[in-house]
Structures are given as C-alpha cells and as structure tokens.
C-alpha cells in the first residue's frame, strides 16, 4: 500500500492539488508594510501613514476626521537626478483608504428642501420622517499621489499631493453624489511648512513632528506629524439622489447640495488639516523581516 500512496500523492501535485504556499508577510517593526508592492522590483522604499485627526473642509461644511485614514504603497526612489515616484499599494483600492465621516448637522445640514417640486418634497420628508438624515463623507483617490520626504522633513513646498473626490452618501443622496471626479480633482496639495493661501484664508503651519531612526536608518517614524493645505478648489456636486426616480431631480439635489456647501468653492475658502504619523522603510528591510 505504501508505494500506491506514495504515487498518488505525486499525481495529485502534478495536478495542482498540493497545498499552496502560505503568502510571506513582514513581521515586528515593519508588519505595517505588508501592502508594500515588492513585486515591482523598482521599489525600493515602502510608504504606510495613517491620518487620526483635523479636518477636511469644503465651502461652509467642516467635517472633523475622527477615524483613521490611511495611506500606503512604495516609492521608487532615485539618487541622481533625484526623484521619487510613488507607486500605489500591492492592493490598489488601499492606497487610500476609503474611511467614512460623520457630516455634522447631517443631511438637515446638506440640502434644504424648499422650494423643490411637491414629490420631492414628500420623499425627502418621508426620509426625515423615518430619521434618516446622517451624511458620510469619503475621501478617496482618482488618481495616483506623490510623496516629497525632502519637501516633507525641510517643511518646504509640497509633501503630499492627493488628488482626490469627496463622497456623500446616505438613504437620500444615492451613492453616487460626489464633489469631484477624475478629470476635475480635487487636489489638495499638503506641507508640513506654512501656507500661502488667497483670502479670505489666512497662513496655517503645518508640523514634520518627532523623526526617529531605527535599524540603522533601514526604517524611520514621524510621529505628531501635520500636513495642511488651505489653497485648494472644488468644484460643483455631481450624481445626488440619482437613485430617486429614475434621477429626474438630480440637478435639483445637485443645486441644494452645492446651495449649502457653498460649491463651486474656489482657493481661499477650503481648509484641509491631517495630523498623524508616518513611517518609510526601505524594501529589502521589509523583504528580510517576512516570514
């Protein structure tokens, strides 16, 4: 019998049936990277930071960031000519983290029934009736970021550059109402040093926080690190209350949405403030440490 096991356990690994490698995963100081993405052998720099605090502000709306953000991907860097490119995460769609917001005042804040068609009018009270009226709002990517650690650590120029879209959803707006799109971003580009903003915005500085170097500079942390823009645009609401029938008043949600925001909202009346920590690993630190 034990020639006979012996032969089928070959015959089923020639056909695939073995059991699969377990997937190698950074441990210790660098298992944040495990969405670095080392298979592109270019990278060279693994990028994970994380956003626990500020604001995110577009016209009159002011969302406060209460659950965490984060960032990751890799770097390909080079010495001469310098230059950094920032290549999204092994996972793309976690580049950026889709992490919802809480919009205060909520949908009582957002749109302002009056004057809309009597039908609207009972669907939106209809809602209202039933309680629904929390927003969320999402930041998320349309596009890839740059990353400046030079810019970032000398507090000078652009450190962070997110092109981004804002999503509101809730029962009333859909899922498909959005600030933003691809091909008109909104692009916020952040420093740790102080702003220069168009008024009626004044300066804001931002914080590189406490650097610290570990495993003889193969991973360094910022902590208590702010980056801020207050210079950016938006533009107008695309897509709210598509759902309803059939979107025929999505221009007039569209309308009300953009009424109480205050949207297009130009340079000067948008604030973005994302304090956290950041942390850089070269690649091979972060191949050395899976197991």
Request: with cysteine; net charge negative.
């Amino acid at each position: 019998m034990a020639p006979l096991l012996a032969v089928a356990a070959v015959s089923l690994a020639v056909l695939g049936f073995a059991a699969p490698a377990l997937a190698l995963k950074p441990t210790g100081e660098f298992a944040n990277f495990g969405e670095c993405p080392l298979g592109n052998p270019s990278v060279n720099q693994c990028i994970y930071g994380q956003t626990t605090s500020g604001q995110f502000s577009i016209g009159s709306t002011e969302v406060p960031i209460t659950k965490p953000i984060t960032l990751q991907g890799g770097l390909i860097f080079v010495e001469e000519p310098r230059s950094e490119t920032f290549v999204d995460a092994k996972t793309p769609a976690n580049t950026l983290s889709k992490t919802p917001q809480n919009v205060p005042g909520g949908l009582l804040k957002i749109v302002a029934p009056l004057g809309w068609p009597e039908i609207l009018q009972i669907i939106f009270n209809e809602f209202i009736s039933k309680g629904i009226t929390g927003v969320n709002e999402t930041t998320e990517l349309v596009g890839t970021p740059t990353l400046n650690r030079l810019a970032l650590l000398f507090g000078s120029g652009t450190a962070v550059d997110l092109p981004t879209r804002v999503h509101l959803e809730n029962s009333f707006l859909g899922n498909n109402c959005y600030i933003g799109s691809a091909a008109h971003p909104v692009n916020v580009e952040l420093t740790t040093g102080t702003t220069s903003p168009p008024e009626p915005n004044l300066p804001i500085k931002g914080s590189v926080g406490e650097v610290e170097g570990k495993h003889e500079g193969e991973l360094i942390i910022i902590k208590k690190n702010s980056l801020v823009n207050n210079s950016f645009s938006a533009p107008v609401a695309e897509g709210c209350g598509s759902q309803i029938l059939f979107g025929l008043f999505t221009g007039i949600i569209d309308s009300a949405v953009d009424s109480e925001i205050g949207l297009p909202s130009a340079a000067g009346h948008n604030t973005a403030i994302l304090n956290g920590s950041l942390e850089n690993a070269t690649s091979k630190a972060v191949k050395e440490s899976e197991k």
